[in-house]
């Protein structure tokens, strides 16, 4: 009975050589992948895959190392081990670290091959000396992507060549989200869906490919399924609410992050180190802020602003979505070191000295805000040479998203200053223009990358210049953004109110309420 339970939690791996079969770990997801590895080796390298595919690269390659001791001379491991070291979707690389592995399983390409029992297996170590090979490493992504699809062609029926070439497809984005790369990476996956349900790199790639506002409703399925998939993954967990959050679907998205920050060892507090004080908590917060639940927000700021946690974020959001401009949070002072992040908090500053009403407080923190920008400008240096002298091209591609966010956040601070002082009219023509350029960034998933969304900044602006038309244009065009954000909800209503549009006002403060009142019975 024990053995028929294991085989119903993990998959059965036939050896292409033996025949022998070996069973993964379970709670990370069921893969299969034919290979020469000793029988010792296989429940950790099964395991290391699956942890790959969950982007939980830190136990994956411990998962490689543990199945290299197991089994030296077993190729395979050492391939998982190196392709840990590139994170596609985040467009990180350690090509050194990746090459000093392959190192260790032999000095040069055909050493490495000899090593290999397959002809698949020297297939994928190929691959893999394309990724790690000479040159940028925008032409290699681009170069290994290609050499992935010829490997998934010639192997039809191989889920993870499969898998590892959609994935690979998503990495050679490199100005941003691209439509037609990010479909071409969905059609990849959709067929294998249905005969591999439980694979955690199908599911987990076709969120990647469609969370954005206007592909999520595609990703819905694979989002409630991955989650069930590997329950034991933080990474599975938290990322269903790329999904979640590209539809406001706001109880999901704070269910999948509580559940990812539980398995990171939980929440930070004042006597505990932020173990998860980073990505998942931060958007765990923005999720209690659209439901509403102020007090669980606060206190994830404070604790891990406490321990020393990643809190620049966590604030800004706070005090944006809560519009509390006094308080204990509206008040920490203790700044970051580093330019990005003073960037941030002179920016949440500004913002709250001009809701104040305090224009030399908001001009002294605008000031702060110009200084960083500059040094992070400076920094930021063309990908390709070629591109530094060509019109429109004096940032590399991959920055058009973080340098555009400076140009928006410090424009909006000035048309805010600039409406205060009476020049509406100016501060509203600014806006508009912040919102042109923030339509033509890259999509960013998750909580809005621009910290105050454009649109919506612009509607409140409208609003108080009492052109309630002209803000429900705009905070329309917010919620197509960022679907069901409450604060964009709320404008909309405050603009139907105000232009004498009873019906529409009354169908907003309802969709207002159903979010409150759910995470009321939380």
């Known amino acids: 009975m024990r053995h028929a339970t294991r085989l119903l939690l993990a998959v059965v791996c036939v050896l292409a050589l033996s025949g022998r079969a070996e069973a993964q770990r379970p709670g990370v997801g069921q893969v299969s992948f034919p290979n020469s590895g000793a029988a010792a080796a296989q429940q950790d390298f099964l395991t290391g895959l699956a942890q790959l595919h969950n982007f939980e690269y830190g136990p994956a390659a411990e998962l490689f190392r543990k199945a290299q001791q197991a089994d030296p001379n077993f190729a395979m491991a050492y391939w998982g081990e190196a392709l840990t070291h590139t994170h596609p979707v985040w467009m990180q690389q350690d090509a050194a670290a990746a090459r000093a592995i392959l190192q260790r399983l032999g000095t040069n390409p055909e050493t490495r091959l000899a090593k290999a029992k397959t002809d698949r297996e020297k297939d994928y170590l190929r691959a893999i000396d394309v990724l790690y090979g000479d040159g940028a490493k925008e032409a290699r992504d681009i170069a290994y992507a290609e050499a992935m699809d010829s490997l998934r062609r010639k192997y039809a029926d191989d889920v993870d060549a499969a898998a590892l070439t959609a994935v690979a497809l998503l990495g050679t984005a490199h100005a941003g989200r ?57 990474h599975a967990q938290h990322m269903c609410s790329h999904i979640f959050v590209a539809m406001g679907m706001w109880d999901d998205v704070v269910a999948a992050n509580e559940a990812a920050v539980t398995l990171m060892g939980g929440a930070a507090t004042p006597n505990r180190p932020p173990a998860a004080c980073g990505h998942y908590p931060f958007w765990l917060t923005y999720g209690y802020l659209q439901q509403g639940r102020v007090e669980a927000a606060r206190t994830m700021v404070k604790n891990c602003q406490a321990t020393g946690g990643a809190w620049i974020g966590m604030r800004t959001r706070y005090v944006l979505d809560t519009e509390e401009w006094t308080g204990e949070i509206a008040s920490l002072t203790t700044g970051p070191p580093q330019p990005a992040g003073v960037f941030t908090y002179e920016f949440t500053n500004a913002f709250i000295a001009v809701r104040r009403g305090d224009l030399t407080a908001a001009r002294a923190a605008q000031a702060k805000m110009q200084q960083a920008r500059k040094t992070i400008e400076a920094a930021s240096k063309p990908a390709d040479p070629a591109h530094a002298g060509m019109p429109g091209m004096s940032m590399p591609p991959a920055d058009a998203g973080p340098i555009g966010r400076l140009r928006i956040l410090s424009d909006e601070i000035t048309a805010m200053i600039r409406h205060k002082e009476g020049a509406s009219a100016e501060a509203v023509d600014l806006l508009r223009k912040a919102a042109a350029l923030e339509d033509t960034l890259p999509f960013e998933f998750g909580p809005p990358f621009i910290d105050k969304p454009s649109y919506e900044l612009l509607g409140e602006i409208l609003l108080e210049a009492n052109q309630p038309k002209e803000a429900r244009v705009a905070f329309e065009k917010a919620l197509s953004r960022t679907p069901e954000r409450t604060q964009a909800l709320a404008g909309l209503m405050k603009a139907a109110a105000q232009s004498g549009d009873t019906k529409k006002e009354a169908e907003i403060r309802a969709r207002l309420a159903a979010i409150r009142h759910s995470a009321d019975k939380k």
């Open 178 to 234: 691209d439509f037609a790369i990010y479909m071409r990476a969905a059609a990849i996956l959709e067929p294998w869906f249905p005969s591999h349900p439980k694979h955690p790199g199908i599911a987990h790639y076709l969120i990647h490919s469609y969370d954005d506002p206007i592909h999520a409703p595609l990703g819905l399925r694979a989002a409630r399924a991955y989650s069930k998939i590997a329950p034991s993954a933080a």
